[in-house]
């Protein structure tokens, strides 16, 4: 039995996903409040982020986890309303951010407590809700799978995304140094104050020849990539010796053709992940570590979530048109 502010409404609205399709499929309608098991908080959303998974669900080609809603949305932000029974950290009326599986596009939505992390001191409800779908991946993508460490180079393609602009920002605050793709040379700027040491408008310059003059010949110790097909060789080709490539998308798709003689002979690891399936568990430890390591830096304004819009939750339309014209820096996000 879960124990909850009194009284909260039976239905809210939410986004559903009429069919596969384009933006249009977005609907706004009225669903059940749903009630969160006995490891689960309930959370009167004040701010979603939009995510790209979120418009390849919308598409048909990224479905929910078995057990999952179908309503999109990754991340939530705002106000504990009721606590499952096994629930000891959060408290009625607490505000969060939390990582959630899907569901995000409501006005209620339930998460796993340990995958809630507290607000940090400083930010707003709208920030707060840009923080999870972005640090989770990139911290275990960058950090845990890609093992950056200070003094090392890291190869960030679509910097201005929410995964770039959150990169950029946590491989420079721990000594890092970046090198960044943008498709607009209006983007650069941005780019530049974040902290990229080089932006590389990639319709204009190559990024493997940008990588070879800005390291000296050497190349970079990890690249962080999401748009795959003829960008996979070419990555392989900018790592340095013992360096790592990071799969966590594939714009131009998975199936290329390609030699495996340079993972060989430079001593190469390829990796990659989707952080949807995760198991709770393992999503709670990510949760431990950002609330340690990356949180303080968040609370001192070393780091910030960029946003760029945020958008009626009724207008999660408009929201994917932006998302999908790939004119935006940094983070999209809802609000009920």
């Excluded at 309303?81 to 607490?94: E, K």
């Excluded at 209006?186 to 990639?202: F, N, Q």
């Amino acid at each position: 039995m879960a124990t909850m502010l009194q009284p909260l409404p039976e239905t809210m609205l939410v986004v559903e996903i009429v069919n596969p399709g384009g933006p249009e499929v977005l609907r706004a309608v009225s669903r059940p409040v749903p009630k969160p098991s006995a490891t689960e908080v309930l959370i009167k959303v004040e701010a979603a982020g939009v995510n790209r998974p979120d418009v390849a669900q919308r598409e048909g080609r990224y479905p929910p986890p078995p057990g999952a809603s179908d309503i999109p949305g990754l991340e939530v932000a705002g106000k504990v309303v009721a606590v499952g029974s096994a629930v000891r950290r959060w408290h009625l009326g607490d505000t969060v951010c939390a990582l959630v599986a899907s569901g995000g596009y409501a006005e209620y939505c339930v998460a796993p407590a340990v995958q809630c992390l507290p607000v940090p001191q400083g930010l707003d409800m709208v920030q707060a809700a840009a923080l999870p779908e972005t640090f989770f991946t990139v911290w275990h993508n960058v950090f845990q799978r890609g093992r950056l460490s200070a003094g090392e180079w890291l190869l960030v393609h679509g910097g201005a995304s929410g995964i770039g602009t959150t990169a950029i920002q946590l491989a420079t605050a721990f000594g890092a140094q970046v090198i960044t793709t943008v498709g607009a040379p209006d983007k650069i700027p941005a780019m530049e104050r974040l902290g990229a040491v080089r932006v590389v408008d990639h319709r204009a310059d190559d990024f493997v020849a940008v990588v070879r003059d800005v390291t000296n010949g050497r190349g970079v110790d990890v690249v962080l990539d999401m748009v795959g097909g003829s960008y996979i060789a070419r990555n392989i080709e900018a790592l340095a010796v013992d360096g790592r490539l990071v799969q966590i998308a594939f714009l131009q798709g998975p199936k290329v053709e390609l030699s495996l003689l340079p993972v060989m002979t430079k001593r190469l690891t390829i990796t990659g992940s989707t952080l949807r399936p995760r198991t709770v568990e393992a999503k709670g430890a990510m949760a431990a570590e950002l609330e340690a390591k990356v949180w303080p830096m968040i609370a001192s304004g070393r780091i910030r979530p960029v946003i760029h819009a945020t958008f009626p939750l009724t207008d999660a339309e408009g929201a994917h048109r932006v998302m999908e014209s790939s004119r935006h820096i940094g983070k999209i996000v809802l609000v009920p």
